[in-house]
Nanobody, 126 residues
Framework: QVQLVESGGGSVQSGGSLRLSCVAS????????MGWFRQVPGKEREGVAV???????MYAESVKGRFTISLNNAKNTVYLLMNSLKPEDTAMYYC????????????????????WGQGTQVTVSS
């Protein structure tokens, strides 16, 4: 069974930066998607960014130009660099993965991902 473990969350002031990491253990697919989602209490989980093993990326409009997703295939680790953070970025951030996905259309839909981490909290104060 795939295990996803996130790290890197924390508290930061508005305008600051954080980098989230997520390691996928026992992941056997060669071609897959890894993504980041976020959720605040009382709201639906929202897709933030996704990347595939060919380096294609897609971002939610709300984070374009501020967040960067990257993937280290050899380490099965996905990163989310978050710059110019805003209070509205405050949420629990979840890592997700799905495979196999060879040249499939990228997606930020929660239902399209099979495996999930436990989440890491990001809090941005004004």
């Amino acid at each position: 069974q795939v295990q996803l473990v996130e790290s890197g969350g924390g508290s930061v002031q508005s305008g600051g930066s954080l980098r989230l990491s997520c390691v996928a253990s026992r992941y056997t697919y060669r071609d897959y998607f890894m993504g980041w989602f976020r959720q605040v209490p009382g709201k639906e989980r929202e897709g933030v960014a996704v990347i595939d093993t060919n380096g294609r990326t897609m971002y939610a409009e709300s984070v374009k130009g501020r967040f960067t997703i990257s993937l280290n295939n050899a380490k099965n680790t996905v990163y989310l660099l978050m710059n110019s953070l805003k209070p509205e970025d405050t949420a629990m951030y979840y890592c997700a993965a799905v495979g196999p996905r060879l040249w499939a259309p990228l997606t930020l839909e929660e239902a399209d991902f099979d495996d999930w981490g436990q989440g890491t909290q990001v809090t941005v104060s004004s």
